[in-house]
């Protein structure tokens, strides 16, 4: 029983210590719920935190209901990213960046399912691309978004 309540704060906290934070940029109601928040499509953004002038908006379904409201839903494996150079990019930093960094993870249910973003540096194109998609802790979801963002100069 400690070893199961050991594991439990160690996966909650190890979540937590990857979770960027992201600001919301608005909401759309899509189902109507009687008792608690509707079910809804969430817009968030967020920069990347090693490569300065690159943002990201991610859209995700958030579950409503009375699970949504108290914690206890288990949002969709669905979402949708785009990934903008929106000032200067330091073209010396790309070369250290390890592909399929975690740039980018939100919890989609109490402890077992998240939404991630991981870059990948494509040298030979000169571009940055993000991946968005969920996973669980015992089987994960194929569905996913892509986003490119080629390095540009910025003047």
Same mark, same amino acid.
């Given at each position: 029983?400690?070893?199961?309540?050991?594991?439990?704060?160690?996966?909650?906290?190890?979540?937590?210590?990857?979770?960027?934070?992201?600001?919301?940029?608005?909401?759309?109601?899509?189902?109507?719920?009687?008792?608690?928040?509707?079910?809804?499509?969430?817009?968030?953004?967020?920069?990347?935190?090693?490569?300065?002038?690159?943002?990201?908006?991610?859209?995700?379904?958030?579950?409503?209901?009375?699970?949504?409201?108290?914690?206890?839903?288990?949002?969709?494996?669905?979402?949708?990213?785009?990934?903008?150079?929106?000032?200067?990019?330091?073209? @010396?930093?790309?070369?250290?960046?390890?592909?399929?960094?975690?740039?980018?993870?939100?919890?989609? @249910?109490?402890?077992?399912? @998240?939404?991630?973003?991981?870059?990948?540096?494509?040298?030979?194109?000169?571009?940055?691309?993000?991946?968005?998609? @969920?996973?669980?802790?015992?089987?994960?979801?194929?569905?996913?978004?892509?986003?490119?963002?080629?390095?540009?100069?910025?003047?």
């Amino acid at each position: 029983m400690k070893k199961q309540i050991l594991l439990a704060v160690t996966i909650m906290l190890s979540i937590l210590a990857f979770t960027a934070s992201a600001e919301e940029i608005g909401d759309v109601s899509t189902t109507f719920k009687l008792l608690g928040a509707n079910h809804k499509i969430v817009i968030e953004a967020f920069d990347d935190p090693d490569v300065s002038g690159v943002t990201c908006h991610v859209s995700h379904a958030k579950t409503g209901g009375i699970k949504g409201a108290v914690g206890l839903a288990e949002d969709p494996s669905e979402a949708s990213i785009a990934c903008r150079q929106i000032g200067v990019i330091d073209a @010396s930093k790309l070369d250290k960046l390890k592909n399929g960094d975690v740039v980018f993870k939100e919890s989609l @249910s109490l402890i077992f399912k @998240s939404l991630q973003v991981v870059r990948f540096y494509d040298k030979k194109r000169n571009v940055l691309v993000y991946l968005a998609y @969920s996973d669980k802790v015992i089987e994960g979801s194929p569905k996913n978004s892509i986003s490119s963002v080629p390095v540009m100069k910025w003047d």
